[in-house]
């Protein structure tokens, strides 16, 4: 078999199959399907054991401070000094196990990523249909998808039927991809390889067969995982401040314990006294209790930002908010409302917001009656929207089905057109289902109205004449057509175009010659995913407070820029698309991640590049995704944000924090809450330091005037881990101030 998965979509499904040996018609054999199993094992994605549960706790005492009090008790132990040793021994044994709880969360992204994959499938073996496990597929085998299937490996298509998949959590694509059998460019991006389904997406509507050409870790999702088994757990900025504090710290404790032992002995003390006295002013300035007030302090943070919507799976996270200066943050769902909705139309020579349709008076328009502008071209538009549509009202007044074929139905809604009673005065009686070769779809209702739905390219070419405003048959102005079109594209909205022809009396059927060139032209209408309010308020307040917001999406470069420009990420001018960042240097990447606020068509591999390029120019990153191909990037940056609401359980598992309500919003306050959480830590480790200092000088103080010690060793363990502790919480309550927009 000679086939190179990676180019699988750049041929012909033809050439496919015969690189696979396989049959469009009857597939692989049973003994064949079998044999490549044995060659190539099952289609699942491999796990990699870590570390045991007790190498994770060993691992809590990797501290110099940690380590210092062992030896320090160890020491205790072998002069004769159990119950010292056993306390000191204790307390260090208690921030191990503080530690150890912290990080033995369950990390179950890559079992996610397992079940994510796995179900039945319906494959064709020796022309025998029969359903198998999907991890007994291999390369070869022909499997059919129908509208809920979930996809069980890599396919190229090979007959498709109006399929369409979600392929969102890979691509980040916001909107159901129409599939078909056409090859692309060999470096076309992921999300426009219209002939390949891929591992862990779903069909959200039609038929397709497809041919397995890559199964396991040689899918795109496995390549995922792969990524996700390579990260590395990130410490955050506070970690690694006392890190770095911690072994200046021991470098002073040894020298003022070894000048404690030394200026008592020169002064006549006794050596064991005075090894008493290096040892209880090394526990005196440890400070014990920093880990108990740190998880106590975080905790406090987590408890509130819970109650402003975001969950916290990991304690550090909450601080490393706090130290975040950038934020990426994905478009759909987050920086906007997750619901295409009509912004305008255009119809009989003029461009209209949907708004402005409203009735002024509030009663219902009906159908035929017109509108406030008298305008019967913009009626028959949201009409044709209507009735040339798949979707459905539900019995809670919202509509199911495609995302965009809902848009219409409420942009029809909002001006009273009434679903059911369109269709009992037009019946449909035939249909032509959109494909994405022909990029239209059509249906035939009543007796003679033949309505048409798709691109502006589509259905122009069909068209050799347009309704005027009073619904008269007027020459078509393409030109017109397409200014507005240009119009509605830079406003990032996405436009389908409508028209109208007559079918012949008693005319049962609907086929392509009825839709080919004679069809009148009679609107257009603009749909987008408009951007949150609040979010909008929300980036301006996090880029007065120093934060830099970045979008990264799946969705085309031109409609990133246009949301972009309304929320105030960027003036809409400047972005990159994925293949141009596949053309940068190392170098260059981290000079474009820092300057380009927009992002798009953005491939898994490259989020995680574009973390990594932010990270090493010196920023601390949070990543906000919803889906498989997220998490990667989740688990790289400082703090991962997953959709708790609308995400996939891979990214849920490798975030560090969900937003329950999936908007960015929340984010804002949440680092609110981590800048808090940040000061307070700081401001309790300026309390702290002093009083163990305080309790240190007082020891060397003793020895250098030659006096009994003044505290044992006990007895400052005692001060650090009960009246140091209590004291200091009160700091951990300090209350959040809020980001504000502008100075002050």
Known sequence: MELNVGQAHAQSSSVVLRSLESDSCSGLTEQEAQRRLLIDGPNRLKERSGPSQLLRFVGQFNNPLLITLLLVGAVKALIGHPRDAAVIISVTVINAVIGFVQENKAEGAIAALVQAVRTDVDVLRSGVPQRIDSEMLVLGDLVRLEAGVKVPADLRLVTTRNLHTDESALTGESLPVAKGTTAVEADAPLAERIGMAYAGTFVTAGQGVGVVVATADDTEVGAISSALQEQISLTTPLTRQFSRFSRTLLKVIVVMAALTFVVGVARGRGADEMFDGAIALAVGAIPEELPAIVTITLAIGVNRMARRRAIIRKLPAVEALGSTTVICSDKTGTLTQNRMTVQHLYAGGALYALEDLWPDNGEPVRVGRGFNHHNLAIEETLLAGLLCNDARPSEDNAFIGDPTETALLAAASSVGMDHGQAHALHPRRDAIPFESEQQFMATLHGSERILLKGSVEAVLARCSAQLDEWGQV????????????????????????????????????????????????????????????????????????????????????????????????????????????????????????????????????QKLELVRALQANGHVVAMTGDGVNDAPALKQADIGIAMGYGGTEVARQAADMLLTDDNFATIKAAVEEGRTVYLNLRKTLAFVLPVNGGASMTILLGAILATPLPVTALQVLWLNMVCSLTMSLALAFELAWPLKIGPG
Not at 501 to 530: C, N, T, W
Not at 546 to 557: F, N, P, R, S, W
Not at 559 to 583: F, K, V
């Open 474 to 605: 007027e020459p078509l102005d393409r030109q017109a057509i397409e200014a507005a079109v240009s119009t509605m594209a830079a406003q990032g909205e996405r436009v389908l175009a409508f028209a109208i022809g007559k079918a012949h009396y008693e005319q049962e059927q609907l086929d392509h010659v009825h839709v080919d060139g004679s069809l009148r032209f009679i609107g257009l209408q603009g749909m987008q995913d408009p951007p949150r309010p609040e979010a909008i308020s929300a980036v301006a307040a996090c880029q007065a407070a120093g934060i830099a917001v970045k979008m990264i999406t799946g969705d085309h470069l031109e409609t990133a820029l246009a949301i972009a420009r309304q929320i105030g990420i960027s003036d809409g001018q400047r972005g990159l698309d994925g293949q141009q960042l596949a053309e940068l240097s190392p170098d260059a990447l981290q000079e474009q991640a820092e300057q380009v606020n927009v992002f798009a068509r953005v491939a898994p591999a």
